[in-house]
């Protein structure tokens, strides 16, 4: 096995959004709004300490010290809250019973008193500065025979409308957190665990559904690499091709690295200041910038360009780091004479800062705080590129490769959320949490008790419309009908550009209790009132304004009247021999024959009359 | 599990799990743990057991080196805090007091002066008494003397209003004195104490000569305002921007955060009086929130009593049926004043019966005052002034900025 002998080793942590009607702590709704609809915006200027910085040169960490401003959105369906103007509500216990139903499910071990911590997070998407976070459950199982480590129950973070500038109706909305064991050896098993978990999740029915409702990230390190993190999978197919490129590229970079030894490459040069020498340039980033700095990468010719993922080179990854600062990207001399840089502008700066062939000599441009700040950042990275594959977090581009986001953080920096008071799970609370049957588990129920066909019996467990068909084998209505239905019939309406949702709900405009309008239909069918194939029909006359009643009427009376004297004809024609012979004693016989055709959906008296009809007419021509 | 201590290192058995981690403490008769990945759980006493105990760590601290060229300012602290270290080890959130430990955390107060502390309480502001208020202006006015440019006062925020008010009072001062808190607990990176502390270090060096409160102005990092300790009061139970000016502009703001500092014509300036201090007051007063249908019986509790404020409803009004009981509070030697629960206006007790009947009865209209800063007044005013007559009439005149006689429009 491959991967094996390249001793990958992985592991995931999922974050999936719960649909519960308020969020963690606070009442409002957990609802996404359009960025349109904020009704207000205030800023604030978060504050980081040294220590939440990480591991970044001093340069950088004085260009982060400075006062972060950033922007918030809020609604009519956000607080103070959210604000962080108000102290927070006590944890809500519906998204803790959610929480402690998945942990049941994995088989884990609940925490006799949950307590609330505060996770500084300086980025500023929680308008605290912390995220509030629980620790819920430890140690459960996988299908692989790996472990989860723990569940946490923790609050999701404000969304990003652009740079500084933040969302603030998502943030609040409660999420659980998923951490495995670094237990999968390859990235088909961590596409396959982070499938079970999301179906273990989904189980519940009470988890949000749709983009950006679940994200993954991933740990992944090979022999000899480093522990790299990437954030924010949100496509469950691509988990495993992430996997696979992260591989490559580490792989890739301890190759860089054997050659840069070989060479005997250094990165001990001091970053010289080369302004002048693009005075004239043809690249206007460099004739804006008020100050150009080169930093020679001695050893380093053709690594700098070389790719390392699809679209990536160490280039890429020195430029990462340099935007740190604020400066818009790097140039380098693998890659030049390109972007209005001429080859007599490359000859100039290899003479100048005495650059050997096997150099590689890198250019970042900006203001001189923040050049100054970059080299160092470029430095360090190359550094790393002699060390091999420095820990990061990473986050994810289109198609699966990835960018340098900050180093791996440490030992997540807690302290207790002293506004929210412990939580205590006793025993009996949770005996009472009910097992809920996984999808997979479903699906096979489907099949086994209501002869669904495999596939079908799947789709029906992981569609969100599965209550409505346990609801509807409950009143007895065909489960195939109901699958087709609530599957086929639904989406082609929706294609259609009808919006079926109303047709769904259990509960009219004033909040009462309905039976869903699709299942009264479906009722319809059962009670032979209306024919199945009719049901498209009626239920998008039911969307354009009709009741179901009359929808069905209506229907019924168009369908029942022409082609069921059509089938009553056919059906009386291709028995003529014995109808021949029995004459008007056919019609006991073909009423059986015709109600199996019609499957019960028209009323018998109307059929006997329309097949009485129809013999009369047949027995005439004779 | 009963000789746990902090920061030991214990194993413990949850269901069928082995877990390990640092001992916190015990609450609601639990133990709580500190996971390595952070995290606190409870778990119960009996399952824990220890590992070992690590020697304690002592923080690392290094004494700031202050600017000597920079005006020297005078920390007071009563309890409010502008400054805290957590321990993540541990997850204690501890306040600072020292003026290494404030600079540390908030470096950017060492560009605006020098800084001297004194620590002279660390309590809740709503445990604050009238005598620690007396405590509090003899400490500020030996800090002016001593010749600090300007003097802060860390407080809790509930009662803040309170204690300006009497420090207003108390002192005839010559530079700020600058009461400041947070409303967001200074741990949180997104703590008002920040901005609120360099504004009112900003304030304090500045030109000012009287008592004020400086807080956030917004919800948003954008400015502070400069409230005068008189008429200042906490709006909002939460909120950054919950002190309000209440019937008056605010004396100023500080902009954040370029720090500067914009006075309202009409401020009392730095150096417009020789410090001095009038610390006695009289505690026996009391402050009464009418409310409709209260029996007169209420009242017998505040008989005895040296001084009342009412907080009465509208223009200044009790129920008919309370108008004997104030009536006899006032023949029994009590000075009762009158304020409005409205806070916004000015009390009027001569267009209406009841209004007429209670001055008939001997009360004194507050005029403008808000109901704590009149109760705060009455207790200076019969601290000093023996003689009743002359005690009713200061009641009516503006001594510290606390009375208005012209209502502005659009205040
Ligand atoms: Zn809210």
């Known amino acids: 096995m491959e991967y094996e002998r390249l001793g990958l080793v992985a592991g995931i942590e999922i974050h999936q959004q719960l649909n519960t009607s308020e969020k963690l702590f606070c009442r409002c709704p957990t609802e996404l709004r359009p960025f349109e609809a904020h009704n207000g915006e205030f800023f604030r200027y978060l504050r980081a300490t040294e220590s939440e910085l990480g591991e970044i040169d001093r340069a950088a960490r004085e260009e982060m010290k400075n006062l972060r401003k950033f922007r918030y959105y809020t609604y009519d369906s956000t607080c103070l809250v959210e604000n962080d103007e108000e102290p927070p509500a006590p944890l809500n216990p519906e998204a803790l019973a959610i929480c402690l139903q998945i942990a049941k499910m994995c088989g884990m071990t609940p925490i006799p008193q949950v307590h609330t911590m505060r996770k500084l997070v300086i980025d500023g998407s929680n308008t605290s500065g912390f995220q509030r976070t629980a620790l819920v459950a430890v140690n459960g199982t996988l299908p692989n025979g790996g472990a989860i480590e723990t569940i946490c129950l923790e609050e999701e973070a404000a969304q990003r409308v652009k740079d500084e500038v933040f969302s603030l109706d998502r943030l609040g909305i409660p999420l659980v957190e998923i951490t495995t064991s670094p237990c999968m050896r390859s990235p088909e098993e961590v596409q396959e665990i982070a499938e079970y978990l999301g179906m273990v999740l989904r189980s519940t029915g009470k988890v949000k559904r749709g983009l950006g409702t679940i994200r993954q990230d991933v740990n992944i390190s090979i022999r000899e690499g480093a522990r790299v993190e990437i954030k924010g999978v949100q496509e469950l197919d691509l988990i495993a091709e992430v996997v696979r490129r992260e591989v490559q590229r580490q792989q890739r970079l301890l ?8 060479r005997g490459a250094s990165v001990s040069r001091a970053p010289q200041d080369v302004t002048a020498l693009f005075s004239h340039s043809g690249s206007k980033i460099l004739m804006k910038a008020s100050r150009i700095m080169a930093v020679t990468l001695a050893g380093f010719a053709g690594l700098v360009g070389e790719e390392i993922q699809a679209g990536r080179r160490l280039g890429s990854e020195l430029s990462d780091y340099a935007k740190k600062c604020g400066v818009g990207g790097i140039f380098h001399t693998d890659e030049l004479p390109a972007y209005g840089v001429t080859a007599e502008e490359v000859s100039a700066l290899r003479a100048e800062v005495g650059a050997a062939d096997a150099d590689c000599v890198v250019l970042v441009a900006g203001d001189t705080r923040q050049v100054e700040c970059a080299c160092q950042q470029v430095i360090l990275r190359a550094e790393h590129a002699l060390e091999g594959v420095p820990e990061e977090t990473r986050k994810m581009l289109e198609g699966g490769s990835t960018s340098y986001m900050r180093p791996l953080p440490g030992a997540a920096r807690m302290y207790p959320e002293t506004d929210v008071l412990p939580v205590p799970v006793t025993s009996e609370f949770w005996e009472e949490i009910p097992r809920v049957e996984l999808l997979n588990a479903k699906a096979e129920r489907f099949r086994r008790e209501h002869g669904l066909d495999a596939a079908v019996a799947r789709q029906m467990a992981y569609s969100e419309h599965v209550m409505l068909f346990q609801r509807a084998v409950d009143l007895g209505i065909s489960a195939t009908l109901a699958a087709r239905t609530l599957i086929a019939t639904l989406k082609e309406l929706s294609r259609d550009g009808l919006d079926v949702r109303p047709l769904l709900a259990d509960r009219d ?7 869903p309008e699709v299942l009264q239909v479906l009722l319809g069918v059962k009670d032979a009132r209306v024919g199945k194939e009719a049901v498209p029909d009626v239920l998008r006359r039911i969307i354009q304004g009709e009741s179901p009643e009359s929808a069905m009427q209506a229907v019924e009376s168009t369908a029942a009247g022409a082609d069921l004297e059509a089938l009553a004809r056919s059906i009386v024609r291709e028995r003529m021999p014995f109808v021949r012979e029995k004459g008007m004693e056919a019609l006991g016989p073909l009423m059986g024959v015709m109600m199996k055709e019609v499957r019960g959906a028209v009323d018998g008296r109307k059929v006997s009359q329309v097949l009485k009809a129809a013999l009369s007419e047949a027995l005439g021509e004779k | 599990m009963s000789d746990l201590r902090s920061g030991d290192l214990v194993r413990c058995f949850v269901g069928g799990s082995e877990l390990k981690g640092t001992y916190i403490t015990s609450r609601d008769g639990m133990a709580v743990l500190k996971m390595d990945s952070g995290y606190n759980i409870g778990v119960f006493p009996g399952d824990c057991t220890l590992i070992e105990r690590p020697p304690p760590v002592k923080p690392e601290r290094e004494e700031v080196i202050q600017d000597p060229s920079l005006p020297m300012l005078s920390i007071v602290s009563t309890g409010g805090t502008i400054a805290s270290r957590i321990d993540y080890r541990t997850g204690a959130v501890t306040s600072q007091f020292d003026a290494s430990d404030i600079l540390r955390a908030i470096p950017g107060l060492s ?12 309590i809740l502001s709503e445990n604050m008494t009238p005598s620690i208020w007396q ?8 800090e002016i003397k001593g010749g600090a440019r300007g003097v802060i006062v860390t407080h809790g925020t509930d009662t803040m209003a309170y204690s300006a008010a009497a420090l207003s009072f108390m002192l005839d001062t010559p530079v700020p004195v600058v009461f400041v808190g947070s409303q967001r607990s200074a741990d949180r990176p997104s703590s008002d104490n920040v901005m609120n502390a360099l504004c009112s270090a900003s304030v304090a060096v500045g030109d000012l000569g009287e008592v004020a409160v400086v807080m956030h102005g917004t919800t948003s990092d954008d400015r502070c305002a400069i409230h005068r300790g008189t008429r200042v009061r906490k709006m909002h139970t939460s909120r950054r921007d919950a002190f309000q000016s209440i019937g008056v502009s605010p004396l100023g703001y500080v902009d954040y955060p370029s720090l500067k500092v914009t006075l309202s ?18 505690p026996a007063c009391g402050l009464l929130y009418f409310s409709p249908g209260m029996s007169p019986d209420m009242l017998s509790a505040y008989s005895g009593l040296k001084g009342v404020v009412i907080a009465g409803s509208g223009l200044g009004h009790v129920s008919t049926s309370l108008i004997p009981a104030i009536r006899e509070l006032v023949n029994e030697g009590t000075l009762v004043v009158m304020t409005s629960q409205c806070l916004h206006g000015r009390v009027c007790d001569r267009v209406y019966d009841t209004g007429r009947d209670l001055i008939r009865a001997g009360v004194v209209e507050g005029e403008d005052m808000l109901p704590e800063t009149a109760l705060v007044k009455l207790m200076w005013v019969l601290g000093n002034e023996p003689d009743s007559q002359r005690a009713r009439r200061m009641m009516q005149e503006n001594l510290k900025g606390e009375y208005t006689r012209r209502s502005l429009h659009g205040v």
């Open chain 1, 509 to 515: 405009r004033e909040g009462v209790p309905v039976l």
């Open chain 2, 135 to 142: 405590e509090l202006a003899r400490a500020v006015y030996d």
């Open chain 2, 265 to 282: 014509p009409g401020t009392r300036g730095r150096g417009a009086c020789e410090p001095a201090i009038h610390d006695r007051l009289e």
């Open chain 2, 111 to 122: 560009a605006i002066a020098r800084y001297r502390t004194r620590k002279l309480y660390t």
């Open chain 1, 255 to 262: 190759s860089i690295r054997q050659r840069l030894r070989e």
